[in-house]
């Protein structure tokens, strides 16, 4: 099993009736997550033990998926060494990781992370865009931000909402205007 890259991948993880994006960190052949404590996906693995890392390529679902719940119909049910596991019927691939929380600190959860299963469905070209690059981007300060209202992340974002707008095609444009939403920002990016 050799989907993901050395460095942090991502992706965005599923695990039962719940969507969020989280990186997958791979570093001499060793699989882990940070997951910050109160997130869905962190209560999630520490209940059921498992994560699937989904491919998709849609920037309207990372937004979504980032500050939002998807409703039930959002999820495909994959059977994994005996169990029930949800994975997004977009994904291009999944992997299926039995996951075991180590290190608890304050504020996040150290998961180790052994795959169980992972299948190639439709995969796809994509040519580089920046506009999604930067819906990326935007999206991870943005649930940061929301958090802090850290006027230096403000920043980062409003440099990215730029670029969408030059780079962007449709998808990321919609991306944006809902990304600007849940910020619940209007005005116009300066940079
Ligand atoms: C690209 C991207 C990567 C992210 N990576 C992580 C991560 O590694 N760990 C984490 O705790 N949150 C990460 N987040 C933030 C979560 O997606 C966000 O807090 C989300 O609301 C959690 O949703 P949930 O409560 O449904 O799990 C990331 C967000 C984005 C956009």
């Known amino acids: ?21 989280m990186g ?16 869905h996906t962190a209560m999630n693995i520490e209940r059921w033990g498992w994560v ?3 491919m998709v390529h849609d920037p309207v679902l990372w937004v979504r998926t980032a500050f939002s719940d998807l409703p039930a119909p959002a999820f495909a049910e994959e059977s994994v060494e005996g169990f029930l596991v949800h994975r997004l019927p977009e994904a ?10 180590g290190n608890r600190a304050r504020e996040s959860l150290a998961v180790t992370l052994a795959p169980m299963k992972e299948e190639i469905l439709s995969p796809q070209v994509h040519p580089v865009n920046r506009g999604y690059n930067s819906v990326i981007e935007a999206a991870v300060h943005g ?12 920043e980062l974002i409003d440099h990215h909402r730029s670029i969408i707008r030059r780079c962007g095609g449709p998808g990321e444009l919609e991306a944006l205007g ?5 910020l619940g920002i209007a005005d116009k990016p300066s940079s």
């Open 1 to 21: 099993m050799g989907l993901l890259g050395e460095g942090i991948n991502e992706v965005i993880a599923t695990t039962w009736g719940n969507a969020a994006p």
């Open 52 to 54: 699937v890392a989904n």
């Open 178 to 182: 809902l990304l600007e939403g849940y």
């Open 92 to 101: 291009e691939a999944w992997i299926a990781f039995d996951a075991a929380i």
């Open 24 to 39: 997958i960190i791979l570093r001499d052949g060793v699989y882990r997550m940070v997951l910050f404590r109160g997130s």
């Open 143 to 154: 649930t940061r931000w929301l958090w802090n209202k850290d006027p230096a992340l403000r």
